[in-house]
């Protein structure tokens, strides 16, 4: 069955996106504004009690955090300084073809001349190509909510998850098992020139590094994703990169609670570690944008969506199977798509993004056994099991920190 979207979901769809711009425009304002708040708290305190805290450079420590805010702010500019990966820019009205055109395409994270991309620009599934016509005016009403920047903070310490040197450890933790898994599964094929027909998928990519070192292995890698942060952050880390550490962020500088001393809060962190561009010659890298299910789950209809159904040899997940509304679906879809004896290689907690919802979204939330239970149901054989204890995104220098222990297993085609 094809997939359509009514005038009223595109619409919404551009809302959404011009909304996501204006949060990354007005990142400095709003954070900021946080910061003063503290700075005007002291006002309210007694002369003594401020002179106490000059004298621990407390508001000196203000003015540093202000400081970091706004070479964030510059970076986060950055990302959103190139709207036409959607095909648009946005300022400029396009003529009704053009538009007509640019709907729908895929995002397609081209590397210059040294990547073959595996995917066209052809599906019409995805509606995540907005018309930014009138975006501009659009964006100076749109007040941020405290939601979407800390989905804008999260994407600065997801930087350092996936390209930074000090996020090796923790992606390592997980990225590294899954890789000796799909190493392991194909040791036919020793070597990376030998990978170069293994087809293999990673939904929710985030930010592209485990896509891109399974790439960096020789296979024909494509991540995919739907949010729009990661969307445009991982453009211009992947495709307007010249340099390793071209970029420092800050990305611990936004909460003042469980830091240890002023290190674990202002430490620069340095991206990217590696030259994403750097990709051998004959690499097959793509990412595509739109939704799991709309993309890989639904069926193929002649001149219209790419056949999926047992197109891939190996579906990564890490950290992803939890943000099924209906886990059966994702299942389902993951099997079909795979080849005869593809394997699904998984890490990952059940934190189910959708339980507790707001927006009256159904929310199917199954504990580990039972969730095993099913993928044997629809006909995995599961092996290679463990659990892999790791944080995410987290600060390692923080006095607070959060370990999943994520289940891990390699999973074949019965
Ligand atoms: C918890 S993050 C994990 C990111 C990455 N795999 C990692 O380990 O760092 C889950 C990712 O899945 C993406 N995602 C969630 N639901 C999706 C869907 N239906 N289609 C595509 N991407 C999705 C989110 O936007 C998010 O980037």
Request: aromatic fraction near 10%; proline fraction near 5%; glycine fraction near 6%.
């Amino acid at each position: 069955m094809s997939q359509t979207f009514s005038d009223a979901d595109i619409e919404e769809e551009q809302k959404h996106f011009s909304n996501v711009i204006a949060t990354f425009q007005q990142y400095a304002q709003y954070s900021l504004a946080a910061n003063n708040r503290r700075r005007k708290d002291i006002y309210t305190l007694p002369q003594g009690d401020k002179e106490l805290l000059d004298d621990l450079g407390y508001r000196q420590k203000l003015q540093e955090v202000d400081k970091a805010i706004l070479v964030n702010a510059e970076f986060l500019k950055l990302i959103v300084a190139n709207p036409e990966i959607f095909g648009h820019d946005l300022d400029f009205p396009k003529d009704a073809d053009e538009d007509r055109a640019c709907r729908g395409t895929l995002h397609d994270h081209s590397h210059g001349d040294v990547h073959s991309h595996s995917h066209s620009h052809s599906h019409d599934h995805a509606n995540v190509a907005p018309d930014l016509r009138g975006i501009s005016k659009h964006q100076r009403k749109y007040k941020p909510t405290d939601f979407d920047m800390d989905k804008l903070r999260s994407t600065l310490k997801q930087f350092v998850r996936d390209w930074s040197q000090e996020g090796k450890e923790e992606r390592e933790t997980c990225y590294a098992p899954i890789k000796d898994a799909l190493v392991a599964h194909f040791s036919d094929k020793p070597s990376p020139q030998s990978r170069q027909n293994i087809r293999v998928l990673v939904p929710g990519a985030g930010l592209g590094r485990l896509a891109y070192d399974v790439a960096n292995l020789g296979f024909a890698c494509q991540g995919n994703e739907f949010s729009h942060y990661m969307l445009l952050a991982s453009y211009l880390i992947l495709n307007r990169t010249d340099a390793i550490g071209q970029y420092t962020i800050y990305p611990y500088v936004h909460s003042f609670s469980n830091l240890p001393d002023r290190e674990a809060m202002l430490r620069p962190v340095e991206i990217p570690d590696v030259l994403p561009s750097a990709l051998p010659a004959g690499s097959s890298f793509s990412l595509v944008a739109g939704d799991f299910e709309e993309i890989y789950g639904t069926e193929y209809e002649e001149g219209d969506l790419e056949p999926q159904a047992g197109q891939w040899d190996a579906v990564l997940t890490c950290f992803f199977i939890d943000t099924a509304k209906n886990i059966v679906n994702y299942l389902r879809i993951i099997h079909r798509i795979l080849a005869p004896g593809g394997v699904w290689i998984n890490a990952g907690p059940l934190l189910w993004h959708f339980e507790n919802n707001t927006t009256n979204d159904p929310s199917i939330e199954l504990d580990l056994e039972e969730l095993k239970m099913l993928a044997r149901k629809i006909g995995f054989v599961i092996s290679n099991e463990r659990t892999i204890d790791t944080t995410y995104t987290s600060n390692s220098q923080s006095m607070l920190g959060y370990v999943y222990k994520t289940a891990f297993w390699t999973a074949t085609k019965a």
